[in-house]
């Protein structure tokens, strides 16, 4: 099963509005990281957050980590139609793979 | 060179046909990753390299499935007895190296295969 899963499975927004994405996993973590993949090709390393850390910011980027519900959260600040894509959160499980949840379908509008 | 690339990035073939897809991962990242991705579904890991050797080759679907790495640098993934099952689009990645807690996975532009 994956470990790690997100939700919503698919968000539409305006430009301007936050978007908040969901991500839920079952084993214990090193790390949480966040991935974007545009038109269903290469995915982009977005963010990083260590099992210590709690919360991280990257830009227009906020990242939580609450390992005791074992989820994150991705939020999108001040949305842009160029934020278009899918977004994958990724936990290591104390392994040297990832595993990868099914993603979140973020739609922002103009 | 600059990034992860991925060749060809479009495969279509016919079932039961073999197919090789390569990966030239960036240049002193020693690992290096194979993922697969169905439409519209996340990324299932297939195998991954640390150097020539893969410590872990749990995510192979099947024994049609096989990886080679040489010289710590271009991965070839081959498929034989191509199934429609197998139609997706085939991601590598690269890392410094398996380290996790601290290195990022970049990633290619993945081939799509689409078996008939």
């Known amino acids: 099963s994956q470990q790690g899963e997100e939700d919503p499975q698919a968000l539409s927004i305006q430009e301007g509005e936050n978007a908040t994405m969901n991500c839920s996993y079952k084993?214990?973590?090193?790390?949480l990281q966040w991935y974007r993949q545009n038109s269903g090709r290469g995915l982009v390393h977005l963010i990083l957050i260590r099992s210590n850390e709690r919360e991280k910011h990257s830009g227009r980027l906020r990242v939580t980590l609450d390992t005791s519900k074992k989820s994150s959260s991705l939020l999108i600040t001040a949305s842009r139609a160029a934020d278009t894509a899918s977004y994958f959160c990724a936990t290591d499980g104390g392994y040297s793979t990832l595993t990868f949840g099914k993603g979140t379908m973020l739609l922002v509008s103009p | 060179g600059a990034g992860v690339s991925q060749s060809p990035s479009n495969k279509v073939t016919e079932k039961g046909k073999d197919v090789e897809l390569r990966c030239d991962p960036i240049s002193g990242h020693t690992a290096l990753y194979w993922y697969r991705q169905r439409l519209g579904q996340g990324l299932e890991f297939l195998i991954y390299?640390?150097?020539?050797?893969?410590?872990?080759k749990s995510g192979l679907p099947s024994d049609r499935f096989s990886a080679e790495r040489t010289g710590e640098s271009v991965s070839t993934l081959t498929i034989q007895r191509t199934q429609q099952e197998d139609s997706a689009v085939y991601l590598c990645?690269?890392?410094?190296?398996?380290?996790?807690?601290?290195?990022?996975?970049?990633f290619g532009p993945g081939t799509r295969l689409t078996v008939l």
């Open positions: 390299f640390q150097g020539n050797s893969a410590p872990d």
């Open positions: 990645a690269s890392s410094f190296s398996a380290a996790l807690s601290t290195d990022t996975q970049y």
């Open positions: 084993t214990s973590i090193n790390n």
